[in-house]
């Protein structure tokens, strides 16, 4: 059975840091490209960070270039997002997500599998 879980969302204070998880099951991480979105109320789903398939290339929304660091161990099936100077407008659920494409790694169209995602609030 195939399955994204994310996971250390949490309320934190604007500044502050999280660091978000990302574990699969039933594939093997090393065959995807690993992307991390976020929704927040009444906002379009948007890209965050993606990671190829070797963490040597990553990439990053505009929003956060700085700011969160994507990164990945395959032999632990496991995708890291370390969220450093958090801001409130930072505040939403943030989804791991994962494809075996190679369309644009920034456009959720062509993800194979989503996790339900995990809550980030950042208060001010």
């Known amino acids: 059975q195939v399955q994204v879980v994310e996971s250390g969302g949490g309320l934190v204070q604007a500044g502050g840091s999280l660091r978000l998880s990302c574990t699969v099951s039933g594939f093997t991480i090393n065959n995807y490209r690993v992307g991390w979105f976020r929704e927040a109320p009444g906002k379009e789903r948007e ?3 993606g990671v190829e398939w070797s963490d040597a290339y990553t990439y990053y929304g505009d929003s956060v270039k700085g700011r969160f660091t994507i990164s990945r161990d395959n032999a632990k099936n496991l995708v890291v997002l370390q969220m450093n100077s958090l801001k409130p407008e930072d505040t939403a659920v943030y989804y791991c997500a994962a494809t075996s494409g190679v369309g644009h790694i920034k456009s959720k ?3 194979n599998y989503w996790g339900h995602g995990t809550l980030v609030t950042v208060s001010s």
Do not use: E, L, R, T
């Open 47 to 49: 890209f965050v960070a």
């Open 109 to 111: 169209v062509g993800y």
